[in-house]
């Protein structure tokens, strides 16, 4: 019998979840900071209050999925970090600096929770949920998944299945392979559309004019042509500029695909 139920909160240009286990709560990634606000409302119309949330897992130190997250602690749920992660706590830090963001609130590391990977499973079954933590490099090198037993996997910001194909010999492969042994059934992306894993395709591209015009951005970027310029040459919106290039410089390794998945989540 299946206790675990998974909420999508859609709140954010990052999905994340807030699933409920027999004996307690997680919230798997926060968003961006300055996010607090709809986060309280998204859980709001599902009558969780804050307080009721035990634990934040959070499934890699970037700045889209850990945003808000001491925030959220200071109401009372812990922040949980794998031992794997320990380093990299304040990767983000640095970036909330530069762009003068005031709504951000570093983590306090003092009231962390670490655990250790080989502990997660006894951690996890605390709260009524049969499943692991399991690290899965690639996209960071702080990245984990969160597998459950009855079939859900959420894996952050590790390129969807789709993309493995350009992926090859890579981390990325590695630790899809680890985690297609265990059988999902449904996989939980940070910027893409829950799928179903025995049904899942390559999507259906957007528009060919888009999907050229991105991948015209991104050969422009590498070559390391400004925005303005790239502005003038593709006649592009300068906002949809600002977003795929941001996607593209945070996203290590994500394709023009991966960066359409994201505006698609953005403008919903």
Excluded at 176 to 192: D, F, I, M, Q, S
Excluded at 203 to 214: E, I, M, Q, S
Aim: aromatic share 8%.
């Amino acid at each position: 019998m299946n206790d675990v139920v998974v909420h999508e909160l859609k709140y954010s240009n990052t999905n994340t979840y807030l699933i409920k286990g027999s004996r307690g709560i997680m919230l798997f990634d926060t968003g961006w900071a300055g996010s607090f606000s709809a986060f309280c409302s998204a859980i709001g119309k599902l009558d969780i209050p804050v307080q009721k949330i035990d634990y934040i897992l959070i499934s890699h130190f970037h700045p889209d999925h850990m945003g808000i997250a001491q925030e959220i602690a200071e109401y009372g749920p812990v922040i949980v970090v794998m031992d794997v992660q320990r380093e990299y706590i304040h990767t983000a830090d640095g970036v909330f600096e530069k762009e003068k963001n005031d709504a951000f609130i570093p983590i306090v590391d003092d009231n962390v929770k670490c655990i250790r990977i080989e502990e997660s499973r006894d951690f996890l079954g605390t709260i009524g949920i049969n499943g692991e933590i399991i690290p899965t490099p690639g996209h960071s090198d702080d990245s984990i998944s969160l597998w459950i037993d009855s079939g859900e996997l959420f894996v952050g910001d590790l390129n969807p299945l789709y993309e493995l194909d350009f992926h090859k010999g890579m981390k990325i492969e590695k630790s899809w392979n680890r985690l297609l042994k265990l059988k999902p059934e449904t996989v939980y992306y940070g910027h893409a559309k829950t799928a179903n894993v025995s049904m899942e395709k390559v999507p259906p591209r957007a528009t060919d004019d888009l999907y050229k015009l991105v991948s015209m951005v991104i050969k422009n970027i590498d070559r390391g042509v400004n925005l303005d310029k790239i502005q003038k040459k593709t006649g592009a919106d300068s906002t949809f500029i600002e977003d795929v290039a941001r996607m593209y410089l945070t996203h290590q390794n994500v394709g023009v695909q991966g960066i359409l998945d994201r505006i698609e989540i953005k403008g919903r």
